[in-house]
């Protein structure tokens, strides 16, 4: 059985993480995510059902469109592969218990903000309090308010910090040192792991985007690296290795 949900969880996240690149595409670009159905960004022609198939549909179609032979954006397949791989091994993990639930909400929100966020410089406030509040309905639904109320003032403690720092950057450097959505980031991840692995995860968020940074250099030109995918990723991180005991 172990195998089957394993597939079953692999399938169902190759499936959201296409429908999530779509969201992280419309949502900044002020297009319903329902409709039109799924198409072609060059020539807006529908896609056909076999021509969406998650991962499958990029190499036969050798990462092209079917109609116009425009470049597909290898970001879908990054992040289809992405989910499907994260959510498997949060199967493997945590099993069928309600612990898999948050890694999942965090998993979905750096699917989508990954997109938004290196294609725009956008993080989507439906994204931010949506994952808040279904973190939030998960805790109130599993567990006892003891038990996660001193996540609570995490989020409350790392939003201030962060907005203290934005507030602080954009006086000493005399521009936009942070974007207002990933201040907001720290709500989810704040309320995800509490104030000392919010600030651990926050830390490791900084060396991950540094290091995009220099990789990156030419391409970010503008001295500006996407922050809001290296936080939810360093916290995805910071909340496994603390369920496996290797941080408090």
């Given at each position: 059985m172990t195998v089957f949900y394993g597939g079953a969880?692999?399938?169902?996240?190759?499936?959201?993480?296409?429908?999530?690149?779509?969201?992280?595409?419309?949502?900044?670009?002020n297009i319903s995510i329902i409709k039109p159905g799924s198409r072609c960004d060059n020539c807006l022609k529908p896609l056909k059902w076999y021509m969406n198939i998650p991962v499958i549909s990029y190499i036969c179609l050798k990462g092209k469109c079917s109609y116009c032979k425009a470049h597909i954006d290898i970001?879908?397949?990054?992040?289809?592969?992405?989910?499907?791989?994260?959510?498997?091994?949060?199967?493997?993990?945590?099993?069928?218990?309600?612990?898999?639930?948050?890694?999942?909400?965090?998993?979905?929100?750096?699917?989508?903000?990954?997109?938004?966020?290196?294609?725009?410089?956008?993080?989507?406030?439906?994204?931010?309090?949506?994952?808040?509040?279904?973190?939030l309905i998960t805790y109130i639904s599993f567990s006892?308010?003891?038990?996660?109320?001193?996540?609570?003032?995490?989020?409350?403690?790392?939003?201030?910090?962060?907005?203290?720092?934005?507030?602080?950057?954009?006086?000493?450097?005399?521009?936009?040192?942070l974007g207002g959505g990933d201040v907001?980031?720290?709500?989810?991840?704040?309320?995800?792991?509490?104030?000392?692995?919010?600030?651990l995860s926050l830390f490791v968020a900084s060396v991950l985007a540094l290091i995009a940074y220099f990789l990156l250099d030419e391409k970010y030109n503008e001295n500006l690296i996407p922050f809001g995918p290296f936080l939810l990723l360093s916290c995805i991180i910071i909340y496994i290795l603390s369920s496996m005991g290797y941080v408090f």
């Open positions: 969880f692999l399938v169902l996240g190759l499936l959201l993480g296409s429908f999530y690149a779509c969201i992280g595409y419309r949502i900044p670009n970001s879908s397949l990054i992040v289809e592969l992405f989910t499907g791989i994260t959510f498997m091994c949060s199967y493997l993990y945590y099993g069928l218990t309600a612990d898999i639930i948050v890694p999942l909400i965090l998993i979905s929100a750096c699917s989508v903000t990954a997109v938004s966020d290196f294609k725009y410089y956008y993080v989507s406030d439906r994204v931010v309090f949506g994952s808040t509040l279904l973190i006892s308010f003891n038990d996660y109320k001193l996540k609570i003032v995490g989020m409350v403690v790392l939003f201030v910090i962060m907005l203290l720092v934005k507030i602080v950057g954009d006086k000493v450097f005399k521009r936009e040192s907001k980031l720290m709500l989810p991840i704040g309320l995800a792991l509490g104030t000392f692995n919010g600030l």
